[in-house]
């Protein structure tokens, strides 16, 4: 199992990414996915999740109407796409993969990719 992120960058206030996580060695469509950011000296803290039918979607309530996830199965690649970014979040970003349901829950996801930085600054 590969989980391999990309699209991090140093980003001013108000502006927008799009992070990807591309999946491969596991069957794609059976597995959750979710988002996980860390900051520096703060706990990983789930930010959203898509599950395998993409219509089971949670966010956290620091990202609500910001960030969309959406995931392509055909690509193996679920997108994080961040708007509005501010300083706060500021953080390395994880994808990760479970079976079954959603949850915010890192110890609950079998699977991570490497992480990549994400930096919002003036």
């Known amino acids: 199992v590969q989980l391999v992120e990309s699209g991090g960058a140093l980003v001013q206030p108000g502006g927008s990414l799009r992070l990807s996580c591309l999946a491969s060695?596991?069957?794609?469509?059976?597995?959750?996915i979710g988002w996980f950011r860390q900051a520096p000296g703060k706990e990983r803290e789930g930010v959203s999740c898509i599950s395998t039918s993409g219509l089971g979607i949670n966010y956290a309530d620091s990202v609500k109407g910001r960030f969309t996830i959406s995931r392509d199965d055909a690509k193996n690649t679920i997108y994080l796409q961040m708007n509005s970014l501010s300083p706060e979040d500021t953080a390395v970003y994880y994808c990760?993969?479970?079976?079954?349901?959603?949850?915010?829950?890192?110890?609950?996801?079998?699977?991570w990719g490497q992480g990549i930085q994400v930096t919002v600054s003036s």
């Open positions: 060695g596991f069957t794609f469509d059976d597995y959750v």
């Open positions: 990760a993969a479970k079976r079954y349901s959603c949850t915010g829950l890192a110890l609950l996801y079998t699977s």
